[in-house]
């Protein structure tokens, strides 16, 4: 079983910057991908950023050039440096993770952007 612990949510201005912190336990497949998604209340989720474990990345064009995604192998973390939020980045974001047809997420966390 895989578990996912995400970190580093809250409330910040327009403008500011979060890091959020996603960190991987359990039997995890060396190769995977790891990303965040995000979701609004009646909304569908939504990709924001995904990195492979051979360091591939992508990214939602709504976040290109404010976010940044970067991951630690060793350490079966992945970071999502967010700068430059705007109103509408907020949403509950989720971790997650996937490798040969498994998909594990995490519980969320909360981020909002007030203007």
């Known amino acids: 079983q895989v578990q996912l612990a995400e970190s580093g949510g809250g409330l910040v201005q327009a403008g500011g910057s979060l890091r959020l912190s996603c960190v991987a336990s359990?039997?995890?497949?060396?190769?995977?991908?790891m990303g965040w998604y995000r979701q609004d209340p009646g909304k569908q989720r939504e990709l924001v950023a995904a990195m492979a474990s051979g360091g591939i990345t992508n990214l939602a064009d709504s976040v290109k050039g404010r976010f940044t995604i970067s991951r630690d192998n060793a350490k079966n973390t992945v970071y999502l440096q967010m700068n430059s939020l705007k109103p509408e980045d907020t949403a509950v974001y989720y971790c997650?993770?996937?490798?040969?047809?498994?998909?594990?997420w995490g519980q969320g966390t909360q981020v909002t952007v007030s203007s």
């Open positions: 997650n993770l996937a490798y040969a047809g498994h998909t594990y």
């Open positions: 359990g039997n995890i497949f060396r190769n995977n991908i």
